[in-house]
């Protein structure tokens, strides 16, 4: 419910801003974490620089699956990475499974959230919630692509 309610005010503080372009925000030092074998890929990148396809891979043994996620982008800057702006994290809902060997892939319009992305070397940070395993197994993939 909480977290409805943040997505509520980020939409209409964006509508009212009417931010265009992306900024970045803090460093961060995110790294991966999770089990072993598991890998995201940004696929393409369109909409004006405003949409990504990604897609996580397990190469594991084990299957995982879960209901919503966290994602961010990020942006290297003179080696150094940055969070883009938007309180930081933005909340998506959607049942995910990904089988033991398998795959899933998910379309990301971030433009809401972040805005349009500048030319530049970014990565998109995908936080995923498990809840099949007890008691579940939060997963963070990282996937670097370019505009």
Not at 82 to 105: C, M, Q, R, V
Not at 111 to 119: P, S
Not at 136 to 143: Q, Y
Request: charged letters at 20%.
């Amino acid at each position: 419910m909480i977290a409805i309610l943040l997505v509520i005010i980020a939409l209409i503080i964006t509508l009212i801003v009417g931010r265009r372009k992306a900024v970045v925000g803090k460093e961060t030092t995110v790294e991966p974490y999770g089990p072993a074998g598991i890998t995201m890929d940004v696929d393409k990148v369109w909409g004006n620089r405003r949409k990504a396809q990604v897609t996580v891979h397990n190469g594991s043994g084990s299957g995982y699956s879960g209901i919503g996620g966290v994602y961010c982008i990020e942006k290297q800057v003179d080696g150094v990475w940055y969070i883009l702006k938007d309180d930081n994290y933005s909340i998506s809902y959607f049942d995910w499974e990904l089988p033991a060997g398998g795959s899933y892939t998910q379309v990301f319009d971030w433009y809401d959230h972040f805005g349009v992305l500048t030319k530049g070397h970014y990565r998109f940070v995908n936080y995923l919630f498990e809840y099949v395993n007890d008691p579940g197994v939060d997963i963070c993939v990282l996937a670097e692509f370019d505009i």
